[in-house]
Nanobody, 123 residues
Framework: QVQVGESGGGLVQAGGSLRLSCVLV????????LGWFRQTPEEEREFVAA????????YYGDSVKGRFTVSKDNAERTMYLQMDSLKPDDAAVYYC????????????????WGKGTRVTVSS
């Protein structure tokens, strides 16, 4: 049974940084493309970033390009999301997802989801 779990959320001031982590257990870590999505009560789940199973390619949503960096450590079975220059609009619950998506920006393409970690950005 594959399980993913996020950590690292919290409260940060605008302009600050935060690093989220996502651990995958229960299967071969390197066999999955991993993604980050975020959601607020007012919006649909939004694609944030993804990293392909070989780690060779990364993708970002337009709103976070140049500020967020996704990476992974296969040995630690962990994916990271480094978030810099945070804005109040970045506040959301961030979800980690794993799967073999055909379209990696689409949440429905992922098979496994964490419960989310909340990021709050104060202005």
């Amino acid at each position: 049974q594959v399980q993913v779990g996020e950590s690292g959320g919290g409260l940060v001031q605008a302009g600050g940084s935060l690093r989220l982590s996502c651990v995958l257990v229960g299967d071969t870590f390197s066999g999955y493309t991993l993604g980050w999505f975020r959601q607020t009560p007012e919006e649909e789940r939004e694609f944030v970033a993804a990293i392909t199973l070989d780690g060779g390619n990364t993708y970002y949503g337009d709103s976070v390009k140049g500020r967020f960096t996704v990476s992974k450590d296969n040995a630690e079975r962990t994916m990271y999301l480094q978030m810099d220059s945070l804005k109040p609009d970045d506040a959301a619950v961030y979800y980690c997802a794993a799967g073999t998506p055909m379209v990696l920006t689409k949440s429905y393409e992922y098979d496994y989801w964490g419960k989310g970690t909340r990021v709050t950005v104060s202005s």
